[in-house]
């Protein structure tokens, strides 16, 4: 049987990093609302790129946030999950950071010319893995491009 087991904080954080896929959880008056989105991480934010106007842009700015990333192998029956929480902040283009701005960016899902970043830094950032012996970093089908986890 397969048992479940706390991913250490170094490895949630290296598993977001190396991520490009994930959700976005938000509440809006009627209700929580999951939302797709590429990603990336700067510092300790994820940035999530979006259009004005949009569900994102309008319920994230000072809201408190949920964002998973994970991956599941079900033929082997195992996978995990991280999870980061904050609060939200809309942010222009001018507004990023020098770090924000050098990160690698999102692809986008439409093709637009106005964006606005959702930053999301996270106050607690917890991950769970089902079963051991296995690499979960060495598994994700799509990678960060120039990723490279190095736990020495």
């Not at 170094?10 to 929580?32: H, M």
Request: glycine residues 8%.
């Amino acid at each position: 049987m397969t048992t479940t087991h706390e991913i250490p904080y170094e490895d949630c954080e290296a598993l977001l990093r190396a991520g490009v896929f994930g959700r976005i959880v938000l509440n809006r008056p009627t209700g929580p609302e999951i939302l797709p989105v590429n990603y990336t991480v700067a510092g300790d934010a994820v940035l999530v790129r979006t259009a004005p106007g949009t569900l994102l842009d309008r319920h994230a700015h000072g809201a408190a946030l949920v964002f998973e990333v994970d991956h599941a192998n079900y033929e082997r029956w195992h996978g995990w999950s991280v999870v980061a929480r904050g609060v939200g902040q809309r942010v222009s283009r001018d507004q990023l950071t020098s770090v924000e701005r050098s990160a690698p960016k999102p692809p986008p899902w439409v093709k637009r010319e106005d964006e606005v970043w959702i930053r999301l830094p996270w106050v607690t950032l917890t991950g769970r893995r089902l079963g051991r012996g296995w690499n979960p970093l060495a598994e994700l089908p799509v990678r960060r491009y120039g990723f490279e986890y190095d736990r020495s």
